[in-house]
């Protein structure tokens, strides 16, 4: 999938792919990835996942805490092979990252983390 | 034609066991919810159609699911379950320490008795929750986490956890461990402590007004005033509506346990299950059995027939039993093994629903017509 828009920055409405976990998936019942639309100029994590939790209501509070808007403990978000969990969630995405999501070559990940033994 | 069904909710999943008045022969349906931890699940006795259940996962957090369909379908309904009022304050962490109210789970959901819609949530850290709309949205009662004692409750080892909901009107029974019971004769605006004659030896004082883990309550509508509880030690009983309390371990092989359950015909008879001690959670011997008393206590008879007599090593959780209003009364439980046991003749013999379910955290029971 590729999207017209290719520049790094956003524009209201650009859309970004978006792969959720399988759990989160059939709570918000669909398949496969997911297509939000942000409406903000430039890209950053929580516009990404205010879209998604916008699209999707049923999925707040599972990806983020709804008091403290943090990640949950065992949630990451990746995207470009960069694990961007831990980036501030205001700060824009890298511009590789910002282009890639914007041109749809590349998905916004949101996993599960690897945990237990 | 009369239905039973047996609501299940297991550390991965919720299932649905579904039988006639008989009770000999089920189907099962689930998993609802797989892969995710459903501690309770509960239908409305106004309403046997409408099911909520408690869904959570330490990675995804808290949902709640409405039937309405007697768990055909679901929906996921709210989420939002804050401390209100601003700064919550603290409680005491395992070290002494204080700990900031962090919300983590809902325990315990309890139905209104007369409407459908209204519907009470228990959470940890320990907070009282009430929805009037069906599960959409959720308010906590603050009078039960601010009275006085509450900066001072400590978890237990399952944390700081609001397990057992009681609705008697505008009298309320709630209770938390590792804090105790809790009353309120003003429908959950203000409440007080109720645990005058408890004694537990892992407390500094044994006999404090709170610091007690309570395992569970139940109380035969009936008789509103008599309340029986499996503490971590000791089975009790109060017969003033929790202002004091007796024990009527009796000749119980240990009285550590977590679930009791009463007759739904007969309030002086109850049912506990006997775990070998807070260290060893399972039964004693590996023969597990139910103790059932015919006396409100005290004078205890072991029912074993359709119980495992050798190399059982499960526990049963607080929520885990049940009983139906059928006019032979059914129990029935569900283990960490994975079997739901059911019974329909007041305890005298009983049979696995199924064998193989995960761990099971919950068992409810309506009696359809």
Redo the contacts between chains.
Sequence with gaps: MTFPDASPNASPGTQVRVVLPAHLRNLAGVRGEVVVRVGVPVLTQRAVLDAVESRFPMLGGTIRDRRTGKRRAFIRFYACEQDLSNEPPDAPLPDGVAAALVAGTEPFLVVGAMAGG | MTQVRVLAGTRKGAFVLTSDGKRDKWSVSGPHFG??EVYHMKGSPADPNRLYASQN???????VQRSDDGGETWQ?VG??F?YAGGDPGTHLWYDGTPRPWEFKRIWHIEPSPDDPDTVYAGGEDAALYKSADGGLTWTELTGLRVQPSAPGWQPGAGGLCLHTIILQGSRMFTAISAAGTFRSDDAGETWRPVNRGLHSEGIPDEDAEVGHCVHHVEAHPARPDTLYMQKHWDVMRSDDGGLSWTEVSGNLPTDFGFPIGVHAHEPDTIYVVPITSDSLHYPPDGKLRVWRSRSGGNEWEELAAGLPERDCYVNVYRDAMAVDTLDSCGIYFGTTGGQVYASADSGDSWAPIVRDLPAVLSVEVQVLS
């Design positions: 892969g995710w996962t330490g990675w995804f957090g808290q949902l996921p989420n939002d804050g």
